[in-house]
Nanobody
Framework: QVQLEESGGGLVQAGGSLRLSCAAS????????LGWFRQAPGKAREFVAA????????FYSDSVKGRFTVSRDNAKNMVYLQMNSLNSEDTAAYYC?????????????????WGQGTQVTVSS
């Protein structure tokens, strides 16, 4: 089992950058594929990015490809989401999620564990 806690959200101007962090506690963090999702008010939770358990495979939604970068540090039990060129459509609560092994996946039901989320607000 793994527990997840996101941090790094906040208010940023359009065109700016933020780095989100997700700290994991529990056993065998390196065995988990990690994903980032987001949810705007009144909308369904949507996939943003994912990275496999070894860090060698990443997967992005079309809406963030080229702007966001997911990475992980298994020695520190951390996963990161570097977000550049932010725009108002990126405003949402961002969630970290984990699934045991498996390939990076885009569906929420593929993930077993979730953090509480961190809010990102982009002002235009």
């Amino acid at each position: 089992q793994v527990q997840l806690e996101e941090s790094g959200g906040g208010l940023v101007q359009a065109g700016g950058s933020l780095r989100l962090s997700c700290a994991a506690s529990g056993h065998a963090f390196s065995n988990y594929t990690l994903g980032w999702f987001r949810q705007a008010p009144g909308k369904a939770r949507e996939f943003v990015a994912a990275i496999n358990w070894g860090g060698g495979s990443t997967f992005y939604s079309d809406s963030v490809k080229g702007r966001f970068t997911v990475s992980r540090d298994n020695a520190k039990n951390m996963v990161y989401l570097q977000m550049n060129s932010l725009n108002s459509e990126d405003t949402a609560a961002y969630y970290c999620a984990a699934r045991l092994f498996g390939t990076p996946a885009a569906r929420t039901l593929e993930y077993d564990y979730w953090g509480q989320g961190t809010q990102v607000t982009v002002s235009s």
